[in-house]
C-alpha cells in the first residue's frame, strides 16, 4: 500500500528560528504531493503542492517544499517561523484516482 | 468564492442512534470525499464521490455509508453509533478527482456518549 512517513510527530522551534519538516512517501510514479496545517478543531488548509515541474515549490504563508525524487521526498520548509505557524502538518499523497494518503501528522510548537 | 462548508459544526449523539452529515462543496467541484480523524488513528479515508457515484472506499464498517446529490452535495451517514465513532469527520472536495488538489471544510465533531 502506497504510504506518507512523517517522522516527526513533533518539534519546538524558537520564533525566528527556521524550520523544516520532514515526510517521505513510498516508491512509486510520482505522485501528487501535498502539505496542509490544521488548526486546533479546524479543517485543514492546503499549503502547497506538487504536481510535476520545478522541484522547489513556494506555497502560502512563506513556506517552500523540496521534492527529491531520488530520496522519495517532500519537505517542508521554512526561513522563519512565527508564533501564528504553531500547527499541525501533515503531508499527503495522490496519485491519479487514487484516494489522499496523509502522514501521521507532525505538531508544531513555537517557543518565544 | 464560499468554500466547503460542513453542518452541523459540533453533534452529540447517543450510543444506538444514527447521524446524518452534510457537506457542500465549493461551485464547480464534482469530487467530495470523507475523512475521519481521531487523535489515536489520525486520518482515514471513509469514501469518495464523483459525479453521484461512490469511487473508492475505506475501511469501515458497513455502518458508514454516503451519497452524493446532482448538485455536488454530499451527504455521510452513520448508523448504530458506537462510542469510538467519535471524532472530527472532515469533508474535501475537489476539482478534477484530485489532481488539483483537495480544499476542506472545517469539519463537524462527533461525541457519541
Known amino acids: 500500500a502506497q504510504s506518507v512517513t512523517q517522522p516527526d510527530i513533533h518539534i519546538t522551534v524558537s520564533e525566528g528560528a527556521s524550520l523544516e519538516l520532514r515526510c517521505n512517501y513510498s516508491?512509486?510514479?510520482?505522485?501528487?504531493l501535498f502539505w496542509y496545517v490544521q488548526s486546533p478543531g479546524q479543517g485543514l488548509q492546503l499549503l502547497l503542492k506538487?504536481?510535476?515541474?520545478?522541484?522547489l515549490v513556494q506555497g502560502i504563508k512563506g513556506f517552500e517544499a523540496e521534492f527529491k525524487r531520488s530520496q522519495s521526498s517532500f519537505n517542508l520548509r521554512k526561513p522563519s517561523v512565527h508564533w501564528s505557524d504553531a500547527a499541525e502538518y501533515f503531508c499527503?499523497?495522490?496519485?491519479?484516482?487514487?484516494?489522499?494518503?496523509f502522514g501521521t501528522g507532525t505538531r508544531l510548537t513555537i517557543i518565544p | 468564492k464560499a468554500g466547503v462548508t460542513q453542518t452541523p459544526r459540533y453533534l452529540i449523539k447517543t450510543r444506538g442512534q444514527q447521524v446524518t452529515l452534510s457537506c457542500s462543496p465549493i461551485?464547480?467541484?464534482?469530487?467530495v470525499s470523507w475523512y475521519q480523524q481521531t487523535p489515536g488513528q489520525g486520518l482515514q479515508f471513509l469514501f469518495e464521490?464523483?459525479?453521484?457515484?461512490?469511487?473508492n472506499k475505506g475501511n469501515f464498517p458497513g455502518r458508514f455509508s454516503g451519497r452524493q446529490f446532482s448538485n455536488s452535495r454530499s451527504e455521510m451517514n452513520v448508523s448504530t453509533l458506537e462510542l469510538g465513532d467519535s471524532a472530527l469527520y472532515l469533508c474535501?472536495?475537489?476539482?478534477?478527482?484530485?489532481?488539483?488538489?483537495?480544499?476542506f471544510g472545517s469539519g463537524t465533531r462527533l461525541t457519541v456518549v
Open positions: 499527503a499523497r495522490g496519485f491519479g484516482n487514487e484516494k489522499l494518503t
Open positions: 461551485s464547480g467541484h464534482r469530487s
Open positions: 516508491y512509486g510514479a510520482t505522485p501528487y
Open positions: 506538487y504536481f510535476s515541474g520545478d522541484t
Open positions: 474535501a472536495s475537489s476539482l478534477d478527482r484530485g489532481a488539483s488538489g483537495y480544499t
Open positions: 464521490y464523483f459525479s453521484e457515484t461512490q469511487r
